[in-house]
């Protein structure tokens, strides 16, 4: 770590409470947004989230070598944090610290993209088969039966080790297609009921098709469980993609996500715990800052459910 | 009621039976194959041959499906191609671990979550609540299988406190027949049951915080307090009583959590439970013990729903009288 990492990194911190600041100002004006920044851990996981996001995005600033960069293979393995290596050193000799801001590229993107793959199956079958009812939606909830009972982690592991290595992309679209079920299942829930207002008889009066119907009048209206199980979902989703990298069928190797520099660092973790424990810390905190907004996020736009 | 339960079984066999299929042909159409590539120096090509043509793999995927729900229907789950055994048998012996850690586990996760979960509703929006809920929160968070690393690192490496892995001291207990070998295998057990109740008990806490709170400011309550009964009856008899129906969905909840959570944690701490057995089997191609283990998986989830459903209506009459009026 130079001054000019060390300064990025206070960059990062600024930024991301500038942002905080930037949505309680915005959110003031909405009494959703009032009750959101109420809960007492709305503001400091949004400040943790924002902060990670920059890292992420200023990675190239904040780290002082290349994520693939081994620095001295003979003897800087497993080196003790330092001022120099803030977060010491893996067994192959790279900064752990320069691999967790990359990482924070890799995992965040893959939470983030796997979820709107999540969101956007789970909302167009949910709303399908809420708005069309009858044998569509016994059909398509039978899928989501189907879908549920078989556990995420080993639907993902028989595709993903049977076909080899497989490149991130399709890992992102292999995640996302086995997280809709249950958004599908809320979804459909607040579309039975949204179909027999007015609003909705009043644009199908009007001559709109059902297409027409759910994507401008039902969905809009079913936004707030979509929001907040995407929420909570980013953070299952980064949980899932650290155990497929723990077993070492996730992201390959030396690509830096926080799930594979667990597993890069476990054989040497006995000696050199620092290089797998962060990388998990790291998955904790943004989980956990994940799980407060979420949170606050469904305190926020669910006024039925009382704030506790 | 009955008629209920008798539509609930039959849909859930057809899920696990959709399950199998799924499974049954994924595995099938990846690529490659359970045995060695016929180039392989050591096996000779009439060999493989042979064991092709022993577990039936030569013939069309359609005709293997057929013979593999035939011999389902009759309760014979095929044989391991790695293991030399029926699938059935290796099942077995993986079962009763799986179960007994899941057990402990959810033992620590009820008792602990809802223990906290009341302490924490109790004294609400003070200290010990804020301090206890992002503790919590925090666990809660964690990937599991890195909880179980870090506690493996802090109190088998560190403090040699615990064993590192295994069901059993291999020398001393290769079975469990003594007293000294069942505190053996405790011993073995706590640190995989650590890890997987504690990361449940910070979620059943959340949970059990939540639906407390929910109960308490009924006017039930208020009727229970203007009669003057104290707050430790009113929180424990009458507040809990109705706090704890939506923790039986988390009963039926906790059975998938268990047994994925449970894949990761068993390999770190190299139990030989179902987890272990599916990972191992994935990656061999032992299409069989996978479709073996595709069927327990699929049939606890289900079941868990199940159970879950029964007892929710059994214990709140309301539900029963809505079903009745229905």
Redesign the interface.
């Known amino acids: 770590m130079n001054v000019w990492n060390w300064v990025a990194l206070g960059g990062a911190a600024v930024a991301a409470l500038v942002v905080v600041a930037a949505v309680r100002r915005r959110a003031r004006a909405s009494v959703s947004g009032r009750r959101f920044f109420r809960h ?2 709305a503001a400091p996981g949004l400040f943790v989230l924002a902060f990670f996001v920059t890292i992420a995005l200023a990675a190239p600033l904040v780290a002082p070598y290349q994520p693939y960069e081994q620095i001295d293979i003979d003897h800087l393995q497993n080196d003790a944090p330092s001022t120099r290596y803030i977060l010491g050193t893996d067994p192959f000799s790279r900064d752990v610290w320069s691999r967790l801001a990359y990482g924070a590229r890799i995992s965040l993107g893959i939470g983030a993209l796997a979820m709107l793959v999540a969101m956007t199956i789970g909302a167009a079958v949910g709303a399908t088969a809420g708005y069309f009812r009858r044998w569509v939606d016994t059909a398509l909830m ?1 899928l989501v ?2 879908g ?7 639907a993902l ?3 993903v ?4 290595h497989i490149a991130v992309p399709v890992l992102v679209l292999l995640i996302g297609l086995t997280g809709w079920f249950a958004t599908s299942r809320l979804v459909r829930a607040e579309v039975l009921s949204l179909r027999e207002r007015e609003f909705v008889a009043a644009a199908r009066a009007i001559g709109a098709g059902p297409g027409r119907v759910i994507v401008r009048h039902v969905l809009p209206n079913a936004a707030a469980p979509i929001i907040v199980s995407a929420a909570l979902g980013i ?1 299952n989703v980064m ?1 899932l993609e ?2 497929l990298s ?2 070492g069928m996730g992201v390959p190797s030396p690509a830096p996500s926080w ?1 594979n520099m ?1 597993a890069d660092g ?1 054989p040497k ?2 000696v050199a ?1 620092w290089s ?2 962060f990388p ?1 810390l790291a ?3 943004v ?2 800052a ?3 907004v979420g949170d606050a996020l469904r305190d926020a736009l669910d006024p039925r459910k ?1 704030a ?1 | 009621m009955i008629g209920w339960v008798v539509r609930r079984v039959a849909a859930s066999i057809a899920i696990v039976w959709a399950v199998v299929t799924l499974t049954f042909f994924v595995i099938h159409a990846a690529p490659g194959s359970p045995f060695l590539p016929e180039q392989s120096q050591n096996v000779s090509p009439e060999t493989i041959r042979r064991l092709v043509a022993d577990f039936g793999l030569d013939r069309s995927l359609l005709e293997q499906y057929a013979l593999y729900i035939r011999n389902l229907a009759r309760g014979n789950l095929g044989e391991s191609f790695a293991l030399r055994r029926p699938v059935a048998d290796a099942l077995a012996d993986a079962i009763p671990h799986t179960f007994v850690l899941a057990l402990a586990a959810l033992f620590i996760d009820f008792t602990v979550g809802l223990a906290l979960g009341i302490y924490q509703a109790v004294r609400e929006r003070r200290v010990g609540d804020i301090v206890l809920g992002n503790v919590a929160l925090f666990v809660n968070s964690m990937p599991t299988f890195w909880l179980g690393l870090v506690l493996l690192l802090v109190f088998a490496q560190r403090l040699h406190g615990f064993p590192i892995g295994g069901i059993a001291d291999p020398v001393l207990c290769p079975r469990v027949d003594s007293g000294a070998c069942v505190l053996d295998f405790l011993w073995h057990l706590t640190l995989p049951a650590l890890t997987l109740g504690l990361v449940g008990a910070a979620g059943t806490a959340r949970f059990q915080r939540a639906a407390m709170l929910e109960v308490i400011r009924q006017e039930y309550v208020r009727t229970a307090r203007a009669k003057g009964l104290g707050e430790r009856r009113v929180w424990l008899v009458h507040a809990l009583r109705n706090a704890l129906l939506p923790f039986i969905t988390l009963v039926g909840l906790a059975f998938p959590f268990l047994l994925t959570g449970a894949v990761l944690v068993e390999t770190v701490f190299a139990w030989p439970g179902m987890g272990l057995l599916a990972v191992r089997a994935i990656l061999q191609r032992d299409y069989y013990v996978v479709t073996g283990a595709a069927i327990v998986t699929s049939t606890m989830v289900v079941l868990g729903n199940l159970i879950a459903d029964t007892l929710y209506a059994a214990a709140d009459p309301r539900i029963r009288v809505r079903e009745r009026s229905a």
């Open positions: 007492p851990t039978r039966d189907v549920l009972a078989m556990p995420r982690i080993f592991l028989v595709v080790a049977l076909w080899g953070g949980l650290a155990g723990f077993l799930g667990i476990l973790m006995a715990p797998a424990t998990g998955i904790s905190l989980v956990m994940l799980n407060a009382e506790v």
